[in-house]
């Protein structure tokens, strides 16, 4: 029991007095054991016979021992020590000090021999409502203990020099204790054990019935021992008297019961005998304790075997109802249809699963009106194993289920139990998986690429049909010609370690998708194939299940590679045809650039031709004529450089280039159109913008295209109103460098901005409408966007590149 302090612990002098409560409250059973060790030995002494050395209940011994009893046995010296003073304080000085000190030690030795029996012996020393419990306490605790301890205590008076009567003494003490051990002991385990457990609500009725019982066996023990007999001759007949309030008591009430009314018959006869009365007044007085002690444990002995017995009975049968409940319960709701059959394999009971399964209710096999042949012909009949077998069983409107039956017949040979386990969604689900089987080995035969299942190990575990014939194709000296069975994993080491570039690919992928280090690898590779190369995909995929593994998946992508190639190609005729368009735009810009350096030689060749004519030829002046025709030439020069590689037809070439000077670069190209246009231009360049990996001659067409654009889009437009802007800034958001062509022409109608890139789409008169196409294209083959936007008021063009320039 807790004990809540009124100020916390915490505070000084708080722990000490939780300490002190804690003492208080362990050092409390203990102290109240002694108690009742002194009173009970006073009461035994003034129950003592006056002419005999038998006391009618000797009680202290009895209480020691259920004190033991329901303590733990590593506190037993705490109460032995704590007796002790008050053995000695109620002893003395009238008793000499040894024989003081010798009876408690045999007291002692006495409950500590019963306790110990009754702890090791007993599985539940506290539950005197089991018959063992009760024979441990009657043979040890209330027989041998104290017959063993009295015979030592006897033995140690005779070497103290103590007289007294050696069978006598041995006699007395050992029958005394047994009654008290007995009625007592009982009484104060459970009564304590009890009052530990709480409150209990007790029945009116049973109250009642206890008062009633006290009554009676108090009105019957009083005409029997205590009331004076007269003229009346003592008869042991008058002993049965107390039986039948006893038997009742020991029904009724159980062990506690028979230990009471034991307790009250032994204090009735006991006061009738000090009072002369009762069937033990006899002439000798030590026949007549003995006699009555002995009538006392004869009783309550006989009374609480009984009681244990009925109490064993008692949960005996609780236990098998609780377990006939438990099977039933088991048997109603196993899944498992099952019935039990009787002579004649007569179905006598079956649970709710056998009625879903066959159809046949309580009623159809009530007082075995069903057999189990009329369900199923040729059950194996096993005589006391358990027979196994595949059936049918005959549903009452004719339908066949498949079953697998079972039997056990029963110990006593009569009867027995049938269960049935129903196949029908087992076959289903075999067909089901045979379905699946063959539909996962039609899809593996039908795909055109070649794969393979790997284990975790590496070995191929499945292979479809394009694998196995590219196997059966493929150069002997290949690789890969692994067939179910072989480890893939093994020969890409050996190819790898050989030097094979392929095979060392595979074993990278192999091993990080096989360790879990990735869910899938893809790479590409080439190989021979007669007079060309053969470009081979392969993916590497986790195979998804507990064991691990791999899938890996071939496939000839040769044909796509070269359309990739030829589209390349087409693409590169079609971009230079583009340019060539623009060229052709802007070809009356190119011969104007090259008309003005020509008129320059040619002017300064005349004027060097009359001067060396007219003799005036001056060597400073000729020089410098000179200078200006080598000035016009590089003028002429760069011109045609520019004009050439524009048109030059070739590869793709992606080298660093700055758009800032890209975009300086086609105004100068278009200068001489966007003067004769009458276009005016600003630009907005940022001066510290990063490189790009870009093709510049790819770059120069897309800016060219859209600056003709802008240039026809405002065509129609007053001169003062034909403005042009180009604008370069940084994107850090995209990582890229933006380009903007923004005109005040006529603009772009909202659902046209998309539609203007696609091919043949043209709002020229002339055009073909593949310039804006060809533009986005080249875009896209930089890993960038090309876009449009319009407010009604022009049109802006937006070219985002990336910084870095990644391969496409």
Known sequence: MAIELPFPTEQPGGQAVRRLLTFAQQSAPPIATALAYVLAAKAGAWLAFPSAPVSALWAPNA????????????????????VLPFHFLVQLPDTPLARVAIQYAANAAEAVLGAWAIVQLCPHPRRFDR???????????????????????????????????????????????????VALVPLIVQTTTGLRSGPRQVPVWHIIEAAALAIALTAVCALVFAIPSGAREPSVAWLFAPLPILAWATIRFRVAGACAAALVVGAISTWGVLNGHGPFDIENPIENALSLVAFHVVICVTFVLCAALLEEWHHATRALAASEARFRSIFEHNIIPTAIWRRGLRITDANE??????????????????????????????????????????????????????????DEGDGGVLYALDLSPFRSAEAGRVRAEGLHAAVLGSVHDQIAVLDGEGKLIEVNESWLRAVQLAHPARFDRVLAGDSYLGACARAA???????????????????????????????????????????IEKLRRPEGGAVVTRTDISARKRAEQEARIQQQQL???????????????????????????????????????????????????????????????????????LLEKGEMLRRPVDLGATVREVLEIAKSELITRHVRVSMELDPGLPVVMADRVQMQQILLNLLMNACEAMGGLPVADRKLRLATHFVPEESCVQVTVADSGRGIAPGELERIFHPFVT??????????????????????RLWAESDGHGATFHLNVPVGGALA
């Not at 096993?382 to 005959?394: K, M, N, Y």
């Not at 004027?607 to 016009?632: F, P, S």
């Not at 020229?764 to 083959?781: D, N, T």
């Open 63 to 82: 209480i020691l021992l259920a004190a033991l009893i329901l303590t733990r046995r590593e506190r037993w010296w705490i109460y032995l020590l704590t």
């Open 131 to 181: 018959l063992r419990t009760v024979l441990v306490l009657i043979l040890f605790a209330g027989v041998i203990a104290p017959l063993a301890t009295s015979l030592l205590m006897v033995l140690a008076f005779s070497l103290a020099g103590i007289t007294a009567d050696f069978w006598l003494t041995v006699v007395v003490r050992t029958i005394t204790n047994t009654f008290a051990i």
């Open 353 to 410: 699963a056998f009625s879903k399964l066959t159809g046949y209710g309580r009623d159809d096999i009530a007082g075995g009106a069903l057999a189990i042949d009329q369900l199923v012909a040729g059950l194996p009949a096993g005589e006391r194993e358990t027979r196994v077998a595949e059936a049918e069983l005959t549903l009452p409107g004719g339908n066949r289920v498949p079953v697998v039956l079972g039997q056990a017949r029963f």
């Open 497 to 539: 370690e050989a030097g094979d570039r392929a095979a060392g690919e595979h074993l990278d992928a192999l091993k990080s998708v096989l360790d879990g280090r990735e869910t899938r690898c893809h790479f590409e590779y080439t190989e021979p194939a007669g007079m060309e190369q053969a470009w081979i995909e392969v993916s």
């Open 575 to 645: 971009t230079h045809l583009g340019r060539a368009a623009v060229l052709g735009q802007l070809s009356g810009a190119f011969a104007h650039e090259l008309n003005q350096p020509l008129t320059s030689i040619l002017g300064n060749a005349e004027a060097a031709l009359r001067l060396i004519d007219n003799g005036e030829a001056d060597i400073a002046e000729l020089r410098e004529i000179l200078c200006d025709i080598v000035h016009a030439d590089v003028r002429a020069a760069q011109v045609i450089d520019r004009l050439r590689a």
């Open 763 to 784: 709002t020229k008169p002339s055009g073909m409408g593949m310039g804006l196409a060809i533009c986005r294209s080249v875009a896209e083959s930089h890993r960038g």
